[in-house]
């Protein structure tokens, strides 16, 4: 047996992976590969939702309670969960949190790293994220295999997992995942973050209606829920 394959999810908050590449990283590792989450804020303050309806209510508690959701949320995906606790509305990622995701790249390895869309004119983080998890792959993997000072990783392949409002953030997805056969641990993740239940519906909604759209592409009617992405680095064939 090879080395299993292994996925890597930059999250700007605790949640956003479970929403929006659940399935995917559910399916991931059903299939035997690794997967690990890194969250590069709790989203304490702009994305916890119920949780700051409660009075008396703080900043510390809520990283506690989104603490254990995340974590049981990845563990139903299968997934380890990173946790970078840097703070979120604004989220800001210094040279050295960079350098530190930089580190995770290259003792993870990935072969495949989803991450959120470049744009986003409605969330101040998500856009952040982006671009530092783009950043970082480009730290590990240096400039095209020539030697570096650092060391470096083959380059893995990166998507954008969907955003909240697809069309405003120029997002136009290339790749249908069917998520049916795991869509019971992508259910369960979402369950188990209990500050945003308002988004299980929607969430669960998309999924179908993707699934709608991804049966033009060939999927039949058997398939459920699919989950979209936009390739961010070029496909790599030996022949078409
Ligand atoms: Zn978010």
């Given at each position: 047996m090879g080395t299993p394959r292994s996925m890597l999810i930059i999250s700007a908050h605790a949640a956003d992976f479970v929403w929006r590449a659940g399935g995917a990283i559910g399916l991931h590792t059903e299939n035997g590969g690794k997967a690990k989450v890194v969250s590069?804020?709790?989203?304490?303050?702009?994305?916890?939702g119920d949780l700051w309806l409660e009075s008396g209510q703080t900043v510390e508690a809520v990283k506690k309670k989104r603490h254990a959701e995340a974590s049981a949320a990845s563990s139903a995906l299968g997934a380890d969960f990173i946790p970078m606790?840097?703070?979120?509305?604004?989220l800001e990622v210094s040279g050295a949190s960079l350098q530190k995701l930089a580190s995770i790249f290259v003792e993870t390895k990935p072969d495949v790293v989803l991450v959120h869309a470049p744009?986003?004119?409605?969330?101040?983080d998500h856009p952040v994220a982006s671009s530092a998890a783009q950043k970082a792959r480009l730290l590990a993997t240096g400039a095209g295999g020539v030697p570096a000072s650092f060391e470096t990783i083959p380059p893995p392949v990166m998507y954008a997992f969907e955003p909240h409002q697809p069309d405003l953030c120029s997002f136009k997805p290339d790749t249908f995942v069917d998520v049916t056969k795991v869509w019971h641990k992508k259910s369960e993740a979402m369950s188990a973050m209990a500050a945003q239940r308002y988004l299980q519906e929607h969430y669960t909604v998309r999924a179908e209606q993707r699934a709608y759209q991804a049966r033009y592409a060939g999927f039949d009617k058997d398939t459920k829920y699919v989950e979209a992405f936009q390739r961010l680095t070029p496909e790599k064939r030996s022949a078409l």
């Open positions: 590069l804020s709790y989203g304490e303050n702009g994305e916890s606790d840097l703070g979120d509305y604004p744009e986003d004119p409605f969330n101040p």
